[in-house]
């Protein structure tokens, strides 16, 4: 398996991690490990579940053209 180093964390952050490895019962490099594999998969996947929910959710709407809008709102002044 690959290692990565990361440098210049902030204090802060990295007392937060060990606060919730112990939560977890679990080392900092570990906590660390499950963050990035979480973080990764899950944004991938959530961005294409939003994505599919946004396009149903917005699927029978009339779009409107940006220009008339604009004319409108400029002519209303």
Known sequence: ???L???DVP??????????A???G???????????????RAGRAGFWERAA???AET????L??????IRQDRDER
């Open 26 to 40: 679990r080392s900092a490099e570990a906590e660390h490990r499950i963050i990035l594999e979480e973080a990764l």
């Open 59 to 62: 699927r029978d709407r009339k």
């Open 5 to 7: 180093l990361v440098r």
């Open 11 to 20: 204090q802060d952050v990295v007392e937060a991690l060990k606060r919730r």
């Open 1 to 3: 398996m690959a290692q």
């Open 53 to 55: 929910a946004l396009r």
């Open 64 to 69: 409107t053209n940006s220009t008339e809008l």
């Open 22 to 24: 112990a939560e977890h």
